[in-house]
């Protein structure tokens, strides 16, 4: 049925979400019946829970399962396996028992997004294209540019002005061209889509995307593995577009089918979003199945800064089919969840992490998690790439003068 230029033990295709149409595993992403997004689908993998135990800490230990072809065509800067953290002091704090935080801070480019950058750059290099790209909220900017250095391909990053300046700097190091837009994410993302098609650039997050979400999902993979092959019964995932949360349901679907872990229909999904740009959170209080774009996103959590979120739906029906919830929270409420996981477990994480931890506090709080779940807290990016609205909540410094005396009285 599909035909392949490379051998490999198993072999993969797209289908696509919405027609189930099957289509070859090449520079595309959309339906050419329905233009529904394509899925990655793979054929004839033959693992078992042994098959990782030995391999490297990174995320391709579970190389059958991503839609890289060849290994020489792997860019691999040392992403994922971060650690699974049982949270027991946060645990106490918030009245869970068996807390979890997937610290996903300590990535190489200190977010997640090294997981679905570092795949759809690989793929960029396996199809060919001479130049990679994204349309970035902050994070993936920096995700992409450092694959990109590694695979020494040129990198284009559209993103809005008023990102974070550490986010800023950071690509600009890994040597990106970065295209500062005056305007939202959405603007970003609606000129990096044209600039891609019309020069024939591999942008990660939209022409690549097919393969980019096989990234996140390793997110699933992993804590899977951590947690010894059980299903957790709640996890919470901070939302922008929706990608990861979809891509972790599939993982999660993936190692059912592969006969890797239990049923994973009872576990239960939380989309996380920040007030000031909550449009999956609207839909779900409505009950509608499809998202009203925010058009002004407003929030210090700017990695989530998504105001017309390309997976909104799936999110929507992802919330559906596992019984999840969805939940925002305020600056105040994000920027204390962030000092909150600091305080207790000792990880620091940006506002997306915030916006996690408070929609779970949140929740217990109102009695809809229970004290015994298993819960699994994504924490997806790092403190120290946004730490300019922190200082309003943390104690001032006073510098003082080099005298032990005065000193001595303040350390009590
Ligand atoms: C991009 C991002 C998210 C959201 O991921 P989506 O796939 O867009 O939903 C969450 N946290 C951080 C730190 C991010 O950079
Ligand atoms: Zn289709």
């Known amino acids: 049925m599909i035909s392949r230029m490379i051998p490999r033990l198993n072999s993969i295709h ?7 149409k099957i289509h070859e ?20 993998v033959s693992v078992n829970r042994d098959t990782f135990s030995g391999r490297a ?25 971060t650690p699974l953290m049982r949270a027991d002091r946060l645990g106490d704090e918030l009245g869970l028992k068996n807390l979890y935080i997937k610290n996903d801070s300590v990535n190489p480019t200190f977010s997640f997004k090294d997981r679905p950058a570092g795949v759809a750059v690989s793929k960029a ?3 060919g294209l001479k130049a990679v790209g994204c349309a970035s909220t902050g994070n993936l900017a920096s995700a992409t540019a450092a694959h990109a250095a590694k695979a020494g391909l040129p990198c284009h990053v559209f993103a809005p002005g008023d990102i974070e300046v550490p986010k800023i700097a950071q690509a600009l190091s890994y040597g990106a061209n970065f295209v500062a837009v005056d305007g939202t994410y959405d603007d970003s993302n609606r000129i990096a889509a044209q600039i891609g098609e019309q020069k024939g650039i591999g942008i990660v997050n939209i022409n690549l995307r097919s393969y980019y979400v096989e990234g996140s999902k390793t997110l699933a993979y992993e804590v899977a593995e951590q947690l010894n092959w059980e299903v957790p019964d709640r996890l919470v995932v901070p939302v922008g577009s929706g990608a ?33 740009c909550a449009p999956v959170v609207d839909a779900y209080r409505k009950n509608q199945d499809i998202v009203q774009p925010v058009e002004r996103p407003e929030t210090v959590a700017k990695s989530l800064a998504i105001g ?37 477990e000792g990880i620091f994480t940006e506002p997306a992490g915030g916006v996690a931890v408070a929609v779970l506090k949140k929740m217990v709080e109102d009695g809809k998690i229970d004290r015994d779940e298993k819960v699994v807290c994504y924490i997806t990016g790092n403190g120290l790439k946004a730490t300019e609205p922190l200082m309003e909540v943390l104690p001032k410094l006073d510098v003082m003068k080099a005298d032990v005396e005065a000193i001595s009285a ?3």
């Open 57 to 81: 800490h990174t995320y391709w230990r579970y190389y059958e399962m991503l839609p890289i072809l060849d290994k020489s065509h792997i860019v691999d800067i040392g992403s994922g396996m």
């Open 14 to 20: 797209l289908e696509c979400r919405e027609c189930g």
């Open 244 to 276: 990861m949360l979809n891509a972790i349901c599939k993982g999660f679907e993936e190692l059912d089918e592969l006969g890797l872990l239990g049923d994973v229909s009872s576990m239960r999904m939380v989309a996380a979003q920040p007030l000031g």
């Open 25 to 44: 595993p090449d520079f595309r992403y959309v339906c050419e019946d329905c233009f529904g997004p394509l899925d990655v689908r793979y054929d004839g």
């Open 410 to 412: 303040v350390v009590k």
């Open 125 to 127: 290099t396996e199809l």
């Open 308 to 344: 017309d979120p390309g997976d909104g739906r799936y999110v929507l029906k992802r919330l559906k089919q596992y019984k999840g919830h969805a939940e925002d929270s305020n600056d105040r409420e994000i920027l204390n969840g962030i000092t909150l996981l600091a305080r207790t």
